[in-house]
């Protein structure tokens, strides 16, 4: 439980808090991060995992709701959205922590169309939490109170095309505004948002097949690392050299040298080979109802497999934990 009058507990504690049974008849909440920089795929990835669940089951929350200045107060500032000192990181700790304990909070909402700090949010926790954001695996506290976590890392250029595109379309900025407040939040991402990735279990990058000549309506491949962190699905009995133009799965050196397992899921592969091996990963899921169908959705009428795959890793874990938990 949060400490009185506001103030965080140890991360130790925290860990060991939620380790405990609960006392209530209830499950404390399950909570899943989603870390990465700016437009690398975490709302897509977030929301995704919530139609799946039902909002009657899972809620989402960003923590770029945190900001400390609205739009017009930043442009002063000799700092960007992705530093610290830009954000409330305290209290989005606080919060983390109540969440993570089965607590209400009274979140703040920060406006992205309009640049605006606006009216609080009630949260009531449900049973899967998604926290998704800049700094949700920043500090030591906030990653305490999270059972799995990922971090989306996709190649610079892709993550800067997204980024253009997105805040030309849904937030008022030119095509020029985009790429210099890129190159302004540069030495900030690389310093305070990239690092987080070494804490994530699951690092998730989705690109072209380097080699390949593909058309360039391919859907993008999918590169997810599987640290062995926690518990992941046993893959050998699904993957076979029957299904390896779909799917693969390698152990590669992470960027610090340390052996991983990767699983490669194609692009290219026809959409109906990945979907076989979902439903096979799917019925090891300790939650018998019928696998999502919106899983992988890019939009009206767009549909990503390696997303699809991506998100149903997750919902195994999600589900595994309430059941082993």
């Not at 799965?249 to 979902?278: F, M, S, W, Y």
Request: net charge negative; aromatic share 6%.
């Amino acid at each position: 439980m949060p400490a009185p009058d506001g103030i965080a507990v140890p991360d130790k504690q925290m860990r060991m808090t939620r380790s405990r049974p609960p006392v209530a008849p209830a499950q404390r909440p399950v909570m899943l991060a989603i870390g990465g920089d700016s437009a690398s795929g975490k709302t897509t990835l977030a929301q995704g995992l919530v139609e799946a669940m039902g909002e009657d089951r899972c809620t989402s929350i960003c923590v770029d709701d945190y900001h400390r200045y609205d739009r017009e107060e930043r442009r002063d500032l000799p700092f960007t959205p992705v530093h610290p000192d830009c954000n409330y990181i305290d209290i989005m700790e606080q919060h983390l922590q109540m969440l993570a304990t089965g607590q209400p909070i009274l979140k703040p909402v920060y406006d992205h169309s309009t640049g605006s700090l606006i009216r609080p949010e009630y949260v009531q926790p449900r049973q899967f939490i998604i926290i998704e954001g800049l700094f949700s695996l920043f500090s030591k506290l906030s990653r305490a109170c999270i059972d799995i976590s990922v971090f989306l890392d996709p190649p610079e250029e892709i993550r800067r095309e997204w980024k253009v595109r997105r805040d030309t379309s849904n937030r008022g900025y030119t095509p020029e505004q985009v790429v210099d407040e890129l190159d302004r939040r540069e030495s900030e991402s690389a310093e305070f948002i990239r690092p987080q990735r070494r804490y994530a279990d699951i690092v998730v990058r989705f690109a072209p097949v380097a080699g390949r000549d593909d058309p360039p309506d391919t859907p993008l491949s999918a590169e997810v690392l599987l640290r062995p962190t926690i518990e992941h699905p046993p893959l050998s009995h699904v993957l076979s050299a029957d299904n390896r133009t779909a799917m693969h799965l390698k152990i590669i050196r992470d960027n610090d040298g340390t052996p991983v397992d990767c699983l490669h899921v194609h692009g290219h592969a026809a959409p109906e080979d990945i979907q076989l091996l979902e439903k096979t990963i799917w019925t090891g899921v300790a939650d018998r109802r019928e696998m999502p169908s919106g899983l992988g959705s890019l939009g009206p009428g767009r549909r990503s497999e390696p997303l699809a795959m991506t998100q149903l890793l997750l919902l195994y874990h999600l589900m595994q934990e309430v059941y082993q938990g």
